[in-house]
């Protein structure tokens, strides 16, 4: 199963790739095309994090709800899969210190959780927003029991493009110069992340940034027949 309303596009360990249903990019970011969810991570254990996340989304999120049952649903899941996060990581040996960012859509809405240094940025109508406070920042996951997990909620337009990434790296590229960047190549997610690479290493990153993006083709209206029953 697809969801032809979005297009994701990530780039982490030096790769740019397109991509279809689900991957995962060395240890630290997961997209999951089919039920609209982007997730990044970073520590030493953002690989298991991700992993949790995965199975919890895939077996516990509800395929044929309408809006709002289905917001609500997404929701709850997403929170109780970061309570699962936490907890397990508190088991685990070494630094359990763990950022991560994740969004879910549906229909015509996002649910983001963000912690640590990592952030949310979105791009509409040649206008770029940074949707979590920096300082803000939620307690990183791995620290403590029970965890504060904040969720926000956002409304979507066809169009908006969604970007994940570090403070650190968007401090390097400049948010007015994704800004222009996408406005330019509006749609070409590929062309606009080669141009933000150059930016990156002329300003001293000394790499490609670790990001990802995601393009909203066509939203899902409310009073639609459902966001996961309209999957294809």
Known sequence: MT?????????????????????KHGLDAMLMQEIGLLA????????????VLQDDM?????????????????RHCLLESLENINEFLLTQDGNTVTELVAVQIVGDQLIAYVSGDLCLLRFRQDQIKC?????????????????????????????????LASHEVLKMIDPDFVRVTLGRFQGELNAAL??????????????????????IEQVLQKKSSGWFGRRR
């Open 58 to 74: 895939s077996v516990n999120l509800p395929m044929a709800l309408e809006q709002p049952a289905a917001l609500d649903a997404a």
């Open 3 to 23: 969801n032809k309303n979005l297009l994701f596009l990530a780039q982490i360990e030096q790769n740019m790739t397109a991509t279809p249903g689900l991957q």
């Open 194 to 215: 080669r141009q933000i690479d150059t930016r990156a290493q002329r300003n001293g990153l000394g790499r490609k940034p670790e990001l990802l993006m995601c393009r």
């Open 40 to 51: 990044f991570a970073r520590g030493q254990h953002g690989a298991l994090a991700l992993e």
């Open 131 to 163: 949707l979590f406070d920096e300082q803000k920042a939620q307690t990183w996951l791995g620290v403590s029991a029970p965890l504060q997990a904040g969720l926000q909620n956002l409304e979507l337009q066809q169009h908006d493009v969604l970007l």
